[in-house]
């Protein structure tokens, strides 16, 4: 089973501030990882897929990185919508998420 | 546009049965396979399985094998997802979405998602 860690569970910022988020798998999935942004009542939003590549009308203010076993999504400056969860997801072998890492305003 | 426009909230109890809907609009509905994915309350999203509609192909999830039914009506654009027995457990939010393309044993990232159908189950 492809298991995915997200780290921080919680990271606490101000607007116009950065954020890096990690996705660590406990076994290589290449580069297999999509990132999702989830607000309350809303669906997932897919920003990033294949690691680095950004969804179609994702500002770049988004970006990923990463292959293997260590992922990591980085978000500059902060803007008001941009608070929420966010989830990792493998598709190396049959899709899971990861535990999320909730951006919340400092 | 692509869109997926999903079925609204229902209210059930324990052991009823129940379907909810996915329509999609926008492109060739046979062409795409369509996912579904559960999200109960304060928990990690679950892939739950992916069905084709042109020939109906589904691939289950181990964890739902045999809890749940996948279909597609093509001559309406709309997948199901349905329930003969609910559980309590049952009660989350369910999702639709579209990957671009999926393999023997995985799916692309879908960036097409419907609204989601909220299920209460009460025991």
């Known amino acids: 089973e492809t298991v995915l860690t997200q780290s921080p569970a919680t990271l606490a910022l101000s607007p116009g501030e950065s954020a890096t988020l990690s996705c660590r798998a406990n076994f290589s999935i290449s580069k297999y990882l999509a990132w999702y942004h989830l607000k309350p009542g809303q669906p997932p939003r897919l920003l990033i897929h294949d690691a680095s590549s950004r969804a179609t009308g994702v500002s770049d203010r988004f970006s990923g990185s990463g292959s293997g076993t260590d992922f990591t999504l980085t978000i500059s400056s902060l803007e008001p919508e941009d608070f929420g969860l966010y989830y990792c997801q493998q598709r190396a072998i049959w899709p899971s998420f990861g535990g999320g890492t909730k951006v919340e305003i400092k | 546009e692509v869109q997926l426009v999903q079925s609204g909230t229902e209210v059930k109890k324990s052991g009823d049965s129940l379907r909810i809907s996915c329509r999609a609009s926008g492109y060739s509905f046979s062409l795409y396979w369509i996912a579904w994915v559960r999200q109960l309350p304060g928990k990690v999203p679950e892939w739950m399985g992916v069905i084709y509609p042109g020939d109906s192909d589904t691939k289950y999830s181990p964890s739902f094998q045999g809890q749940v039914t996948m279909s597609v009506d093509k001559s309406i654009n709309t997948a199901y997802l349905q329930w003969s027995s609910l559980k309590a457990s049952d009660s989350g939010m369910y999702f639709c979405?579209?990957?671009?393309?999926?393999?023997?044993?995985?799916?692309?990232?879908?960036?097409?998602w419907g609204q989601g159908s909220l299920v209460t189950v009460s025991s």
């Open positions: 979405a579209r990957p671009n393309y999926c393999t023997r044993d995985s799916c692309s990232a879908p960036e097409y």
